[in-house]
């Protein structure tokens, strides 16, 4: 393969030739190899871990940026541990006995460096087949960090018996933290591993937590001065207003997800804080989520996600949202994003149209969410939407399939004209009676998925190919036509998006000449 490459090479221009010595560009190129659906000769398909392989094997230059590619992210320290020599199965239980000799210590440290990115599931994974003293080995025989180069490490369940483990990951090089599902019996152990991370991890940017942490162990977050990101979501235990306080003198934090819904309602008093935020996600009651809002100091935050914890809401709650939205749009007028849920049931929690009012005199929106509410918009009202928010590049909508709608065709070319920078859109639909069909394709529009709800009539055939042509008149850019609820038997969107992508290609095939011998 390397000999039928050497006349391209030599025609390559100096520029060309450069590429093959920036080591940078040629990894930047072999990443989308993960993604490659290659085939052999044959006509049998290639892992795409063989593609990559191919590369390596074809010119010198491709051979650091391959490996670096293949060893970038791992669910398992099997494959390394196997580079030692010492380390071996033993009726399918991995354990290391002898000595490690320096070549070992070569061979191991030249991969190892290249892992950037690292899931440990202990138990749950391939990591489970190490036996305990093994792993207890593997901590004495260390004196570095597993991963010298590590940037991301995630734990999706946290669990007590190995977790002495995770501390042999931190190097200074890690930029992103995720720790699940954690036990009250791991609290402890956790405070300890964030007390190292101060320390250990000086560049640690994002921190993401959930589960059974106290106040105690989670004290240490305000010492990670590097913090941008940080995501407390779904923290069994109430969090003390004094330590919402500590974490707003971050100074660096513009992202924050908080989970309140477990503390007890006593004013919250924060005395400012919280400068420099951007994106805010609250999981709280509304009275708790006023006091946050009314006292954060931020002039620009541009995302706000608002989500009511499980449990019947108070009398009046209505209102209480509104004037939420209220204090929302009156303090950041060029808010982005605005997100309402909660995690209850939603069959008995119906949220009025006229809650959303105050969001209208903010015209810089660009995506507005409504999930888990029964939410009973009309025509006009997504008119209105479309009028306000002309900048929408997001429009959720819930919906519910007992519920009547009179969205309709009408209010998909309201929106189509109204916001053209609209990407994702779900609404409740009527399918009705389809208008005429716009004179031609609107190719400006770059809607790419539209989700509707839709009745549980069986249309006949010629009437899928009328709403088919229609929607792709509108959206010719289109890439996923889904319906919007999980009903076994309801529209057949999947067969109208078939259809779509049809007109779309004949469309693609008309323009280009080599498919088209007229043109």
């Known amino acids: 393969m390397a000999s039928s490459l050497a006349p391209i090479f030599e025609n390559l221009t100096a520029s060309g030739l450069r590429v093959l010595d920036d080591e940078d560009i040629l990894q930047r190129i072999f990443e989308h190899f993960r993604n490659l659906e290659a085939r052999s000769t044959s006509g049998r398909p290639v892992s795409q871990n063989n593609a990559l392989l191919w590369a390596a094997l074809t010119c010198k230059s491709f051979l650091n940026p391959v490996l670096n590619?293949?060893?970038?992210?791992?669910?398992?320290?099997?494959?390394?541990?196997?580079?030692?020599?010492?380390?071996?199965?033993?009726?399918?239980?991995?354990?290391?006995?002898?000595?490690?000799?320096?070549?070992?210590?070569?061979?191991?440290?030249?991969?190892?460096?290249?892992?950037?990115?690292?899931?440990?599931?202990?138990?749950?994974?391939?990591?489970?087949?190490?036996?305990?003293?093994?792993?207890?080995?593997?901590?004495?025989?260390?004196?570095?960090?597993?991963?010298?180069?590590?940037?991301?490490?995630?734990?999706?369940?946290?669990?007590?018996?190995?977790?002495?483990?995770?501390?042999?990951?931190?190097?200074?090089?890690?930029?992103?933290?995720?720790?699940?599902?954690?036990?009250?019996?791991?609290?402890?152990?956790?405070?300890?591993?964030?007390?190292?991370?101060?320390?250990?991890?000086?560049?640690?940017?994002?921190?993401?937590?959930?589960?059974?942490?106290?106040?105690?162990?989670?004290?240490?977050?305000?010492?990670?001065?590097?913090?941008?990101?940080?995501?407390?979501?779904?923290?069994?235990?109430?969090?003390?207003?004094?330590?919402?306080?500590?974490?707003?003198?971050?100074?660096?934090?513009?992202?924050?997800?908080?989970?309140?819904?477990?503390?007890?309602?006593?004013?919250?008093?924060?005395?400012?804080?919280?400068?420099?935020?951007?994106?805010?996600?609250?999981?709280?009651?509304?009275?708790?989520?006023?006091?946050?809002?009314?006292?954060?100091?931020?002039?620009?935050?541009?995302?706000?996600?608002?989500?009511?914890?499980?449990?019947?809401?108070?009398?009046?709650?209505?209102?209480?949202?509104?004037?939420?939205?209220?204090?929302?749009?009156?303090?950041?007028?060029?808010?982005?994003?605005?997100?309402?849920?909660?995690?209850?049931?939603?069959e008995h929690d119906i949220l009025p149209t006229h809650v959303l009012s105050p969001l209208l005199q903010l015209s810089h929106l660009r995506s507005v969410e409504i999930r888990s509410f029964i939410f009973l918009t009309s025509s006009a009202d997504v008119l209105q939407y479309a009028l306000a928010w002309p900048c929408l590049q997001s429009l959720c909508l819930p919906v519910d399939p007992e519920d009547p709608t009179d969205v309709s065709f009408t209010t998909l070319i309201h929106l189509a004209n109204l916001c053209p920078n609209l990407r994702f859109l779900q609404l409740p639909f009527d399918i009705g009676i389809t208008p005429p069909l716009p004179m031609s394709p609107s190719p400006q529009h770059q809607l790419e998925t539209l989700a509707l709800g839709g009745s549980n009539t069986a249309p006949d055939f010629r009437s899928l190919i009328l709403v088919a042509r229609y929607i792709d008149r509108l959206f010719s850019s289109l890439k996923s036509l889904r319906r919007a609820t999980v009903m076994i038997e309801s529209y057949p969107w999947d067969k109208v998006e078939i259809m779509i992508h049809t007109f779309q290609a004949i469309r693609i095939d008309g323009l280009d000449p080599a498919h088209n011998p007229r043109a």
């Open 69 to 346: 590619v293949l060893w970038y992210s791992m669910k398992s320290m099997i494959p390394l541990l196997k580079l030692l020599g010492p380390f071996h199965s033993n009726n399918g239980t991995y354990v290391i006995r002898g000595t490690i000799q320096p070549k070992d210590w070569e061979r191991y440290n030249y991969y190892a460096y290249r892992v950037r990115e690292f899931t440990y599931k202990g138990d749950n994974g391939d990591d489970c087949k190490l036996a305990f003293h093994t792993r207890v080995r593997i901590a004495q025989l260390w004196t570095s960090p597993l991963l010298p180069a590590l940037r991301r490490f995630i734990c999706p369940e946290v669990q007590a018996p190995g977790l002495f483990i995770h501390f042999l990951f931190l190097s200074p090089t890690i930029e992103y933290i995720e720790l699940h599902q954690i036990s009250d019996i791991e609290d402890e152990a956790i405070g300890t591993f964030l007390s190292t991370l101060v320390e250990g991890v000086p560049s640690l940017k994002h921190l993401s937590m959930s589960g059974w942490l106290s106040d105690q162990s989670l004290s240490f977050i305000p010492e990670l001065k590097q913090l941008r990101s940080l995501n407390l979501s779904g923290i069994a235990m109430p969090i003390s207003a004094d330590l919402l306080r500590q974490i707003g003198t971050l100074e660096s934090l513009s992202d924050f997800s908080i989970d309140l819904s477990s503390s007890s309602y006593v004013q919250f008093k924060l005395e400012g804080g919280f400068l420099q935020l951007r994106n805010l996600r609250l999981n709280a009651s509304y009275s708790i989520a006023r006091d946050v809002l009314t006292q954060i100091e931020t002039p620009n935050l541009e995302g706000v996600q608002l989500v009511a914890p499980v449990g019947l809401h108070p009398s009046g709650w209505e209102e209480q949202c509104k004037s939420l939205l209220e204090l929302i749009s009156s303090r950041w007028s060029k808010l982005r994003s605005i997100s309402l849920d909660h995690e209850g049931l939603y």
